[in-house]
């Protein structure tokens, strides 16, 4: 509950039955007053329990005799407010009700359900704990709500014990800047409270895991583990349901010698060839396997394999951290090492761009930039 202003009004919102309701008491400052006095008296019934008092007519206590109007506003109030609409309740709606209809955004825009239930889970076990999903949206600022919510982002993590990562900080504030941009671009709220945030710069992930590294651990993998592990390095596949584990039979053209992937995070499909070893190791699987897709497990499809890669790495004796997402990075990096066209590995690995396959991976050109130096001519004679 409490006491805002839009386009000059001064405005009452409260929650009655699970339900929340807004009441506009007109401009000027003894419209003011009525507001402020009519959200004690919804503060005071709370409090012992009894109704709301009736917005309508409503005379606070302390001067129930009224004006001579006999409205308690100036002449500019409006005398009989009809209901706001959403859209033009930029001051009154709250950070929960603008998330619900950010998520309802995302369903009809073509977000995974998976995405929407993990912002979801977000908003509700970290978001509104630290920011009041009865919050007006407008009334969040960057000083006083958004620095303390960074900050505690900064903090450490329930699950690890440890300090959150820079990438996992800025992903959070991501999303909630992603939920008052929709506002502002509905007209909802007057500005996005996140937008004067800087990111800080993300370290970039030291990935030590090498070609040697990786045959070790499915030396210790089980067995579809280990096939998952042959999948993704072979075709640069991202892992997990995003693009590995959602790869089905039906995407491998063995007459072509190449696999169609649908890439969920960018909508996109790609084609990669087939080496003809892989070609192989591909048809005899094919003949072995029990359910359309391609990583199974026990003849069902499997939807993670994060433990079970992990275990993988302890029994090979790995020390140093490893994510399943590093044998898309070796199947990049073990290409271009040995000479492979920057062009074509941005391709198979699906970039948007040849320019973010350079920011990231350019410095395994071996000999690239010598070879560039070495056709500059001499200045001076020799």
């Known amino acids: 509950m409490g006491v805002y202003q839009r386009d000059g009004r001064f405005l009452v919102y409260w929650h009655e039955n699970g339900k929340r309701r807004d009441k506009s008491f007109g401009r000027g400052e003894k419209a003011q007053a009525l507001a402020e006095a009519f959200d004690q008296a919804v503060r005071q019934a709370g409090e012992a329990s009894a109704p709301v008092p009736d917005p309508v007519g409503f005379v606070p206590e302390a001067s129930s005799e009224g004006n001579a109007e006999g409205d308690g506003q100036d002449e500019e109030a409006d005398p009989e407010p009809a209901p706001i609409p959403v859209k033009d309740r930029g001051g009154g709606i709250t950070f929960g009700e603008l998330s619900k209809m950010y998520l309802n955004h995302l369903r009809v825009s073509g977000r995974t359900e998976k995405h929407i239930v993990t912002l979801a889970g977000l908003l509700k076990s970290m978001f509104f704990p630290l920011i009041s999903k009865d919050r007006p949206a407008s009334s969040i600022t960057y000083l006083d709500d958004i620095v303390p919510f960074i900050r505690c982002m900064q903090g450490e993590s329930e699950q690890t014990k440890q300090p959150r990562a820079q990438a996992t900080v800025n992903r959070y504030g991501d999303y909630l800047g992603a939920i008052f941009n929709f506002g502002v671009e509905n007209e909802l709220i007057p500005s996005n409270p996140i937008k004067k945030r800087k990111k ?81 190791r591909m048809k005899a699987m094919k003949e072995q396997a029990k359910s359309p897709c391609v990583i199974e497990f026990r003849g069902k499809p499997v939807t993670t394999i994060r433990k079970s890669f992990n275990n993988a790495c302890e029994l090979a004796g790995i020390t140093y951290p490893v994510r399943m997402y590093d044998l898309r990075h070796l199947f990049a990096t073990t290409m271009l090492s040995n000479g492979a066209d920057l062009a074509a590995v941005s391709k198979l690995m699906g970039h948007s761009t040849i320019k973010m396959t350079a920011d990231v991976y350019y410095h395994y050109l071996e000999g690239e930039k010598e070879r560039a130096v070495s056709t500059l001519p001499s200045l001076v004679a020799v």
């Open 200 to 280: 800080s710069r993300e370290k970039p992930r030291n990935v030590q895991l090498t070609v040697e590294d990786a045959k070790m651990i499915m030396e210790h993998a089980e067995p579809h583990i280990k096939w998952a592990m042959e999948v993704c390095f072979s075709l640069g596949t991202r892992p997990g349901v995003s693009e590995l584990l959602s790869l089905r039979w039906e995407n491998v053209d063995f007459v072509k010698s190449t696999v169609r992937i649908y890439a969920t995070k960018t909508k996109t499909f790609r084609t990669v060839p087939l080496n003809p070893t892989f070609l192989e």
